[in-house]
């Protein structure tokens, strides 16, 4: 069985900017996790004692923070701000944009849409820098429900697919008079894309590596589905099942923005080594 990678895959520029931050932090505290990879993150703990905290209250007495990829709300930001906390910040700047957006334009009066996942830590820092709170949906239907002046503004979460955020803004523009489209889809999120997509429709299985928590590995594996019946998301080499390579003449690989090389590498090698 032949196994081909895609062209694109695997870390992103905030990704490798958070690692290369948390790494020089030693003995530092994220407030919640740096990236949604937890191997990558035990590996930060076990050699630079970068610990995990998971609210803005277990913050109180640490002497380093370093703001996650996915940026924190405005209001704990300030918290640490206020207790004198030395602040590393290792928000991507695809996240930074978004935040800046939304503050300006609900500055100059526009009501803020977020086409995301509204319990998604970034898409809670990004609402929280717009003054009168933003509304949050997933596609038209959520839309439809709501109350909206005729002075809108739109951003996206920065991992979610062009094609779903298109419709909403569809729907916006024929339906309001003023509509502010901003397109904060990261580049690396339609490389890695567009590169799974064209990778499932020749592969006979797909192997996604991402963590399970994390909304773009999430979006690569909903891709690969559509094209490849035999699609199966993974975190680590435990995962691989032996039946899923039997028959098959070409498994295709991706990775999720916050996936490692070193994480790819071993699930390439054990998938190289199955015999079938």
Known sequence: ???KLAKSYGFCFGVKRAIKIAEDSIDASTIGPLIHNNEEIQRLKENFNVQTLHSIEEAKGIKKAIIRTHGIPKNDLKILED?????????????????????QMSGEGYEVIIFGDATHPEVRSVKSYAHNGAKVVLDVAQVKELKLSNKIAIVSQTTRRVEEFLKV?????????EVRVFNTICNATFENQDAARELAKEADVMVVIGGKNSSNTKQLFSIAQQHCEHSFLIENENELQKEWFANKKLCGVTAGASTPDWIIEKIIGKISKIKV
């Open 169 to 177: 803004v569809d729907y916006l523009v024929a339906n309001f008079k």
């Open 1 to 3: 069985m032949k196994i």
């Open 83 to 103: 207790q004198k906390i030395d602040i590393v910040d290792a928000t991507c700047p695809f996240v930074t944009k978004p935040q800046q957006i939304c503050e």
